[in-house]
């Protein structure tokens, strides 16, 4: 089992930058694990941000975050970031982090596959 929280979220206007976290918790030291982000704004699906493996060697972002959004994760693998630059109002949502024991395999961006979520943190981007 992992534990995850979401912290660092906010408000922010236009064009401003902010940087999302998530510290795992419980299994976390013996197996590995992938992580991702998702967000979903109101009345909308919960969709796929980005997602990086265990290693921090792989990362995948959606189309609409390329160039503006970064996803790392600490040397010990154990918190993950989601630096956000350029925002734009679109990119306002409850931002969620989540898990899942993927070994050695690249992350996926199926929603399905993560097994571990945390609350969510809402990011508010203002026009």
């Known amino acids: 089992q992992i534990q995850l929280v979401e912290s660092g979220g906010g408000l922010v206007q236009a064009g401003g930058s902010l940087r999302i976290s998530c510290a795992a918790s419980?299994?976390?030291?013996?197996?590995?694990?992938?992580m991702g982000w998702f967000r979903q704004a109101p009345g909308k699906e919960r969709e796929f941000v980005a997602a990086i493996s265990w290693s921090g060697g792989s990362k995948i972002y959606a189309d609409s975050v390329k160039g503006r959004i970064t996803i790392s994760r600490d040397k010990y693998g154990n918190t993950v970031y989601l630096q956000m630059n350029s925002l734009k109002p679109e990119d306002t949502a409850v931002y969620y982090c989540?898990?899942?024991?993927?070994?050695?395999?690249?992350?996926?961006?199926?929603?399905?596959?993560?097994?571990?979520w945390g609350q969510g943190t809402q990011v508010t981007v203002s026009s």
């Open positions: 989540a898990g899942y024991y993927s070994g050695s395999y690249l992350p996926t961006v199926r929603r399905d596959q993560y097994d571990y």
């Open positions: 419980g299994r976390t030291s013996s197996s590995s694990y992938a």
